[in-house]
């Protein structure tokens, strides 16, 4: 979920303030006391308590795993963790799952050691430390003084730069001796690819019936049975349909059966440079899900790192573990038709996000 803002918290409530911009100045009577981790299960670490980081900086990251907003902001903390946490800033991940297959734990250990973590990630699997916070978007990440009091809050992506002066500052004044002089203390400015407009890419589209909203299919979904889906043909902008044998689940559409190649798909129109989907096989092993961009293939120059190529020259996704799937990175930001094939059972898709041109440059692997 795409969300920018930035508040400084007072006494007011969390909720409210959430609403409220920026203040510069940082007033000591505007911080509130951060609530504590309430959770067991942590990677990278024992379970931490805020009274134990005391005197510490701490930088508490709302995250997720299937979630293309907050692995854009992935080499920010990294960058953070390595370069401020020897100088007292200590970063904690909070993993909290917008999917229910996102609660397995072994799934946030293999994304927490794909993605180059380091620094502690608690397991939020329950969502208590969510809402405690009253958190109510990925990424969200929380500043903390030395006081184990709530400074700084930015809700989405962006601004990283004007974050990284509030890291120096808040570490200052936990330690008045620190000097941030160096060069590779210097923080680069905020940037993105292209260099150009920002155009409006397709929203974020869930495909499940609970949130599911732009189906074209005439008579919308059959809840919670197999049914036939027949494709409209003429697709609404942002718009996608169903063709072939599926299951409608709250959060996600199910392949049901075994059909020929061309015979059941999700086809969606999108506009964006990037395409990203969070999708898997119910057993884990890899199934092939085949991509046409246009009616064709998708070119050399618009695969995303996730897709493959068959002996036929076919485009196609291996669907294993459940994850968000790289799928299209076009040159250029533009308007497509895209397809995914489904040939075999036991497929399930969860949602689509995409990139614009202005997406900051991050690990696609």
């Keep these: 979920m795409t969300s920018r803002r930035s508040v400084l918290f007072g006494s007011l409530l969390i909720a409210a303030l959430l609403a409220s911009p920026l203040i510069a100045a940082w ?20 379970p931490l308590t805020l009274r134990e980081l005391r005197g510490k900086v701490v930088l508490i990251d709302f ?70 916070f009253q958190n109510n978007v990925w990424p969200a990440k929380y500043l903390i003084d030395k006081d184990g009091r709530i400074a700084l809050s930015h809700l989405g992506e962006g601004d990283y730069a004007d974050f ?15 000097t941030f002089a160096s060069p590779k203390f210097d923080i680069p400015p905020d940037t ?17 019936f609970e949130r599911g909203d732009h189906l074209a ?41 075994t059909t020929e190649p061309g015979d059941d798909y999700l086809s969606l129109d999108y506009r964006a440079k990037a395409v990203y989907l969070v999708a898997g096989s119910d057993d884990g092993s890899a199934k092939p899900l085949y991509v046409t961009q246009d009616g064709k293939p998708l070119p050399k120059a618009s695969r995303g790192v996730d897709i493959k190529t068959d002996s036929a020259g076919r485009t196609y996704i291996a669907l294993g573990g459940k994850r968000m799937y790289y799928v299209v990175n076009n040159p250029r930001f533009e308007q497509h038709t895209l397809r995914l094939y489904a040939t075999t059972p036991a497929l ?7 990139g614009n041109d202005c997406e900051n440059p991050f690990d696609h692997s």
Excluded: M
Excluded at 27 to 43: G, H, I, M
Excluded at 232 to 243: E, I, K, M, V
Excluded at 348 to 354: C, E, N, Q, R, V
């Design 27 to 46: 007033p000591e009577l505007s911080r509130v006391r951060a609530p504590d981790f309430q959770c067991k299960l942590w990677l990278n670490s024992p």
């Design 63 to 132: 995250w997720e795993y299937t979630c293309i907003n907050c692995v854009r902001t992935f080499p920010y903390l990294r960058r953070w963790n390595e370069l401020y946490g020897p100088l007292g800033l200590v970063v904690i991940g909070v993993h909290t799952p917008e999917f229910e297959f996102a609660k397995n734990p072994e799934r946030v250990a293999e994304a927490t050691k794909r993605f180059k973590f380091t620094f502690p990630i608690a397991v939020d699997s329950d969502r208590r430390v969510w809402e405690a």
């Design 348 to 354: 399930s898709l969860y949602s689509f996000t995409f």
């Design 217 to 257: 299919n005439p008579g919308g979904y059959r809840q919670l049975a197999e049914n036939p889906y027949r494709d409209p043909g003429d697709l609404p902008s942002d718009g996608y349909a169903l063709n072939g044998r599926w299951l409608a689940a709250p959060e996600f559409v199910r392949h049901v059966a």
């Design 192 to 208: 993105h690819e292209g260099g150009g407009v920002c155009r409006q890419s397709t929203p974020e589209t869930y495909l499940g």
């Design 164 to 178: 990284e002066r509030h890291i120096q500052d808040l570490l200052k004044e936990a330690n008045p001796k620190l």
